[in-house]
């Protein structure tokens, strides 16, 4: 027991060192756990998928923290618990949600349980702290694959990759839809949400941040370039609004360019899809394929029906657009891949 305290200790200290877990409203206690500020509102973490977990809070306060990043909704952490599990772990700063919509939110997201859809393993609300638990995937996002490592080692993603990402990714959207008699909403579908497990498979992640996080300021719903044109209250986004996201992600896929850099000096003001409909328009289909899979042969025709179900997507008019369980029958006609 001993031996077990000093490592804790150690790991505790190379924590703290790094600022990986460190709250500026928080102290760390000789034991190594938070101390609240409010000991009425310390909160506790729940769990879901049963009690098939070895690691608690002190657990995960204590492990080895790596940071992957800070966005709108906060900072996230590759978490090692030790001799556990690798899990990620976000500590969420812009929550507007009052304790009870959040652990609603958290328990309709916990519930959604299939293979491409990050599972949401637990959550943590105090008033000073709120956080959430998803699974890791050691292969990264879709975005990292599409727009990193530009150099000459970078290894090209081929058609048949973004087809099957693209194909879990839609699986796992209407897997989300589903949720709550059919109303719940993922919010922010993007590249940089969609994962990529063992089987190189997509994977939707950060389901349930949406609706309990602060909403975007317009300037970055604008400029994002995933989201409807209707949206303007990123907390009121619909499963139509999340369809047209994923369908500018269909385009990202074909086009290889990122929704939010200007395609040229003179389309500034022009996003992905709305340059693909002019392109299109002027019967110019083939300029809009990204050159990398343009050296692949015998894949035109399933790239040029691949456009045809993104630019439905993102039909202007919210009612022209499919459900996302359409979108997924008129990929899989393209070609099927096994769930597994």
């Known amino acids: 027991m001993m031996a077990c305290c000093l490592r804790k200790k150690r790991c505790m200290k190379a924590k703290l060192s790094r600022k ?6 928080k102290e760390t206690s000789p034991s190594g756990k938070w101390a609240p500020e409010d000991d009425d509102d310390e909160g506790k973490i729940v769990f879901f998928g ?3 977990y070895t690691f608690d809070l002190d657990d995960l306060l204590a492990a080895s923290a790596e940071i992957l990043g800070k966005g709108a909704s906060g900072s996230t952490y590759k978490v090692a618990v030790e001799d556990t599990a ?10 507007v949600a009052g304790r009870r919509e959040f652990e609603q939110t958290m328990e309709i997201a916990g519930r959604v349980r299939h293979d491409n859809v990050a599972e949401l393993k637990a959550y943590y609300y105090s008033k000073n702290e709120k956080l959430a638990v998803y699974s890791y995937y050691s292969n990264g996002n879709l975005f990292e694959m599409l727009h990193g490592n530009k150099g000459e ?9 973004r087809l099957r990402i693209a194909i879990g990714a839609a699986r796992g959207l ?12 993922h919010g922010n579908i993007k590249s940089y949400n969609i994962f990529i497990d063992s089987q190189r498979n ?14 975007l300021p317009q300037a970055t719903i604008r400029s994002s370039g995933y989201h409807a044109p209707e949206v303007t209250d990123t907390r009121k986004c619909t499963q139509f609004s999340d369809v047209y996201s994923f369908g500018v992600v269909l385009l990202e896929l074909l086009t290889g360019k990122s929704p939010a850099t200007p395609l040229s000096s003179r389309d500034e003001n022009m996003d992905l899809a709305s340059w693909i409909r002019s392109v299109v328009s002027k019967e110019w289909t083939g300029e809009v394929f990204d050159i990398e899979l343009m050296k692949q042969m015998g894949i035109e025709e399933e790239m040029v029906e691949m456009l045809k179900i993104g630019l439905a997507c993102v039909a202007l008019k919210p009612q022209d657009r499919p459900h996302i369980a359409d979108v997924v029958r008129m990929m899989q006609d393209i070609r099927t891949f096994d769930a597994e």
């Open 174 to 185: 209407a897997i989300i839809h589903e949720a709550d008699d059919r109303k719940f909403v």
């Open 86 to 95: 690798t899990v990620v772990v976000k500590r969420l700063e812009e929550v």
């Open 153 to 161: 080692k970078r290894v090209p993603l081929d058609w048949e990759s």
């Open 20 to 25: 990986s877990w460190k709250s500026k409203k």
């Open 202 to 215: 997509g994977c939707i992640c950060d389901l349930g941040l949406t609706p309990i996080m602060r909403s």
């Open 50 to 52: 049963g009690n098939n």
